[in-house]
């Protein structure tokens, strides 16, 4: 699905896509129960996001919002 069209390098578009769904939820925890349908778990950190993809258990980045 559209969590195996992101590599590490492209964090702006993963930023922007993150962003956008934010955008759609009315919470924290219903914008990380729809990034967990596309294929990734998000956690809040001091000054992000951090990102990994589910299905292969690999850390993406950490995207400032």
């Known amino acids: 699905m559209f969590a195996e ?3 590490s390098a ?3 578009d993963l930023r922007h896509f993150l962003v956008s ?3 759609k939820t009315l919470s924290d925890t219903e914008w ?3 990034m967990r349908g596309y294929g ?3 956690k809040r950190v001091d000054g ?3 990102v990994a993809r589910i299905a292969k258990n ?3 980045g950490c995207v400032k919002m």
């Open 5 to 7: 069209t992101f590599s």
């Open 10 to 12: 492209n964090l702006g």
């Open 21 to 23: 769904e934010r955008e």
């Open 32 to 34: 990380k129960f729809r």
């Open 40 to 42: 990734f778990h998000v």
């Open 48 to 50: 992000g996001v951090m």
């Open 58 to 60: 690999e850390i993406l």
